[in-house]
């Protein structure tokens, strides 16, 4: 039996912010409490947007936090060879197929009525993938997973048994050349062996799709486990709009790390008023089943006592 490995997988697109720190934190302590490995990643495939400074900045922030991992860190960049192998299988596997359409054309081309087509116009789900494949257009183009369910159930330690929608065949690698972050993240994963994901909810209808590919490479899926993302007072995820909330920032002000952690400690029932409070004492406090499933509200009185 495989032991138990999680991991640790920020993208470099942005300076790390509470809400990242709140979810890498209870990744972390998740991890330590039930003795499981612990690796890194860094997910910097994310095309113009990936900043190398933000790479040295987010393992930073992380080890100036208190957080630590198992091993050598893994560039997902340095890997393109490894997904553009996991195409190849699929392709082989006749579960990929080349389509040029954008996102407008392919909207247009599903909700209009089959008896409009002719023989000219683009083609959404080939009838026979492998004839298709065959003949590759002159231009760079996306290729997408063949998804034979119109639905799919994960399941989820916090969440319960999720139905999500995987009716449409989602683009795997782009035109740019570039794997998509659900076939990267899949390869990836089971490349290091992992056997538990711990991640925000917004990435539960990704959980879906990429229990399709773990499936369909015939890899054992992971066991799950999403965790409420942390979003300003207008029900909107932590961002810009809501001020400076970078992790970068408040340590500049004088910030201290068992700060940050008293009040992660309080939105997830740790303890019940913000204290500061050190790493070990809420790797000690904090219990799973304790979490509310409920998205956490930063609030302007929450920051207020973050820089008092």
Not at 16 to 43: S, Y
Request: aromatic content about 8%; overall charge negative; glycine content about 4%.
């Amino acid at each position: 039996m495989t032991s138990p490995i999680t991991r640790l997988a920020p993208s470099p697109t942005g300076s790390l912010h509470i809400g990242n720190i709140c979810t890498f934190l209870l990744n972390w302590v998740i991890a330590k409490q039930r003795n499981w490995k612990i690796v890194f990643r860094m997910e910097d495939i994310d095309g113009p947007r990936k900043k190398s400074i933000a790479i040295e900045e987010s393992i930073d922030i992380l080890r100036w936090i208190g957080i630590d991992w198992d091993g050598e860190i893994v560039i997902q960049s340095d890997r393109i060879d490894a997904h553009q192998e996991m195409l190849h299988t699929l392709i082989e596997k006749d579960l990929a197929y080349h389509c040029s359409l954008t996102r407008k054309e392919l909207n247009t081309v599903l909700s209009a009525p089959h008896e409009t087509f002719s023989s000219k116009d683009p083609i959404y789900r080939p009838a026979n993938v492998r004839l298709h494949n065959s003949s590759l257009p002159n231009i760079q183009t996306n290729w997408r997973f063949v998804s034979e369910r119109a639905t799919h159930v994960v399941h989820d330690e916090l969440y319960g048994a999720q139905i999500c929608d995987t009716s449409h065949d989602f683009v795997i690698w782009t035109k740019d050349n570039s794997p998509t972050y659900q076939l990267a993240v899949v390869a990836d994963d089971h490349y290091q062996h992992i056997t538990h994901i711990i991640r925000g909810n917004d990435l539960l209808q990704s959980a879906a799709w990429q229990e399709l590919l773990f499936e369909a490479m015939g890899w054992e899926t992971p066991t799950w486990i999403h965790l409420p993302l942390v979003i300003g007072s207008d029900g909107k995820r932590v961002a810009k709009r809501h001020g400076d909330s970078r992790i970068s920032t408040y340590r500049s002000r004088g910030v201290s790390p068992e700060r940050i952690i008293g009040l992660i400690a309080m939105w997830t029932h740790a303890q019940i008023n913000p204290i500061p409070m050190s790493l070990e004492k809420f790797l000690h406090s904090f219990d799973l089943d304790k979490l509310q499933p409920n998205n956490i509200v930063f609030t302007k009185e929450d920051e207020t006592w973050l820089l008092d």
